[in-house]
C-alpha cells in the first residue's frame, strides 16, 4: 500500500510503500510520548525505506534522543532518527541505522486512509506518565516493554499482509 503523509503546515510532504500499514502499536515511551504523543503514547507503521520520498526536505529536522541504559553503561545517545517539520513541529517518521531498509511513520502524519486494525498492542507501559488511561479491549496485548511480535509477525498472523 502506497502511503502518503504530510506536517500540518504543508512544508512536508511525502510518500512510502508499506505492507504493515495497520495503526496497531502503542507505544507509550516518554520518548514517543513527548515527541507525538497526543494521547500519551504514538503510533508507528512499517514502510519500505528505500520508497520514501520527500518534498520539502529544507524544513525537516532531526532528533536523536539520549536513552539511559545501565546495559549500556548510562546514557547513550540512540542512533533512532526522529524526523520532524522544523516550521510546525509534526512528528514525521523514526529511521533507524540498525534496520536501514525500514522506516517507521508516524500514523499520526498519514494523510491516506489507514485500515482499522482489529486488535492493538500496547507497549512500553512501565513508561507510562501517571495520567495516561490504558483504553484495552480484551484482545489487546499489553507489554511492559517490547512486544513479543515484530511488526511483521503481527500483520502475518491476523492475515493483513498486501
Known amino acids: 500500500m502506497q502511503l502518503k503523509g504530510?506536517?500540518?503546515?504543508?512544508?512536508?510532504?511525502?510518500?512510502?510503500d508499506s505492507v504493515h500499514p495497520c495503526p496497531f502499536n502503542l507505544c507509550y515511551c516518554?520518548?514517543?510520548?513527548?515527541?507525538?504523543?497526543?494521547?500519551?503514547?504514538?503510533?508507528?507503521?512499517?514502510?519500505?525505506?528505500?520508497?520514501?520520498?520527500?518534498?520539502?526536505?529544507?524544513?525537516?529536522?532531526?532528533?536523536?534522543?539520549?536513552i539511559n541504559d545501565p546495559d549500556l553503561g548510562g546514557i547513550k545517545q540512540s542512533p533512532a532518527q526522529r524526523?520532524?517539520?522544523k516550521k510546525c513541529g509534526t512528528a514525521l517518521w523514526v529511521w533507524d541505522p540498525r534496520w536501514p531498509e525500514l522506516v517507521h511513520p508516524?500514523?499520526?502524519?498519514?494523510?491516506?486512509?489507514?485500515?482499522?486494525?482489529?486488535?492493538?498492542?500496547?507497549?512500553?507501559?512501565?513508561?507510562?506518565a501517571s495520567w495516561v488511561e490504558v483504553n484495552a479491549d480484551v484482545q489487546d496485548q499489553k507489554f511492559d516493554a517490547y512486544p513479543k511480535?515484530?511488526?511483521?509477525?503481527?500483520?502475518?498472523?491476523l492475515g493483513l499482509q498486501d
Open 6 to 16: 504530510s506536517c500540518h503546515c504543508g512544508g512536508v510532504n511525502f510518500t512510502l
Open 83 to 85: 524526523s520532524f517539520c
Open 106 to 128: 508516524f500514523a499520526s502524519a498519514i494523510d491516506s486512509e489507514l485500515p482499522k486494525p482489529p486488535e492493538h498492542t500496547h507497549m512500553m507501559l512501565k513508561y507510562k
Open 149 to 157: 511480535e515484530s511488526l511483521a509477525q503481527w500483520h502475518e498472523r
Open 30 to 66: 516518554s520518548i514517543c510520548r513527548k515527541t507525538a504523543g497526543g494521547g500519551g503514547y504514538a503510533i508507528n507503521l512499517g514502510g519500505d525505506f528505500d520508497t520514501l520520498k520527500v518534498e520539502g526536505e529544507s524544513f525537516i529536522n532531526v532528533y536523536q534522543s539520549k
